[in-house]
C-alpha cells in the first residue's frame, strides 16, 4: 500500500524553474519505479520522466529531455522533478506514479497522487 502527495506547482514565466516534489508513505515505496506524468487540458496524459526500482537508471519524454531532471531520496520516501526552462507547453497537471514494474504507459502503475498544477506563462 502506496500514498503518494505531490507539491511544488505554481505558476512561472517562461524560461523560469519549479521543482516538484512527490512524498510517499508505505514501505514498499523504495523499492518500486517512480514515475512523472503530465496531462494538459484536452489532451491524453503523457509520460514525462521514469526512475527505475534500482534507482539507477531513469528516462525522459523527448519534450523534456535536457530541461527536466526526476531524482529521489530513499531515506525520505519522496521523489522530485526539477524543472528548468520551461515553456508554455509544459503548462499541465503533473501526477507522479509508482508501481512495482518499469514502463513509459500510465496504465502499468498502481500508486497515483493526486496531482500538482504547472502553469507557464509567456
Known amino acids: 500500500q502506496v500514498q503518494l502527495v505531490e507539491s511544488g506547482g505554481g505558476l512561472v514565466q517562461a524560461g523560469g524553474s519549479l521543482r516538484l516534489s512527490c512524498a510517499a508513505s508505505?514501505?514498499?515505496?523504495?523499492?518500486?519505479?517512480k514515475a512523472w506524468f503530465r496531462q494538459a487540458p484536452g489532451k491524453e496524459r503523457e509520460f514525462v520522466a521514469v526512475i527505475v526500482r534500482s534507482g539507477g537508471s531513469t528516462y525522459y519524454a523527448d519534450s523534456v529531455k535536457g530541461r527536466f531532471t526526476a531524482s529521489r531520496d530513499n531515506a525520505e520516501n519522496t521523489v522530485y522533478l526539477q524543472m528548468n526552462s520551461l515553456k508554455p507547453e509544459d503548462t499541465a497537471v503533473y501526477y507522479c506514479?509508482?508501481?512495482?514494474?518499469?514502463?513509459?504507459?500510465?496504465?502499468?502503475?498502481?500508486?497515483w497522487g493526486q496531482g500538482t498544477q504547472v502553469t507557464v506563462s509567456s
Open positions: 506514479a509508482a508501481g512495482p514494474l518499469s514502463s513509459v504507459l500510465s496504465a502499468s502503475y498502481d500508486y
Open positions: 508505505g514501505r514498499t515505496f523504495s523499492s518500486y519505479t
